[in-house]
């Protein structure tokens, strides 16, 4: 395997739902202008409260994506 190099990006992935479904929307949102996504890494998680009830959810977190070669890039 090739040694890899990889790039940070911070992203804000909410959700009316849940923490998990916050996490989800992030990712998916970022597979659709990013490739290579690996991993992600959850650092924040808060919320909007109305009425005296959770409202939204907000998680704060690093998407890890390769630096991929022109060789490795999609071309649509």
Known sequence: MAEQTYKLVEIVGVSGDSVAQAVRNGVARAAETLQGLDWFEVSE??????????????????????LMRSEELKMD
């Open 45 to 66: 998680i808060r919320g909007l409260i109305k009425d005296g009830k959770v409202d939204s959810y907000q998680v704060k977190m690093k998407i890890g994506f390769r």
